[in-house]
């Protein structure tokens, strides 16, 4: 689980990388070193605070502590839903439909 004053993922994805490492009894700065990630981007992650990242470093973190991707990643619902980008442009587009006249 992301610390206390992580902010409410909107997206409903949680990392779970601080929880994994305190089970190990690793720290980030040894995830630092033997994955070659940055500190900078492992922080963030381990903080809840990270908006994204590369199959490449999940793959990375998995090989390095010996898991899965569910392992580090899991969904929680959102309290408050954020529609797709996609769903705006739907909408958008069905609103323009219906504005026209003589549709054939």
Sequence with gaps: MP???APEPEHGIVVQL???LKERGKTLTWLEEVSGLSYANLSKMKNGRARAFWFTS???LCEVLNCQPGDILSYRTPRTPTPHPQDATS???ASTEKGKIGHG
Aim: cysteine-free; overall charge negative; charged content about 40%.
């Design 18 to 20: 601080d929880q994994l």
């Design 91 to 93: 909408e958008a587009s």
């Design 3 to 5: 610390p206390e004053d």
């Design 58 to 60: 999940l793959g990375r």
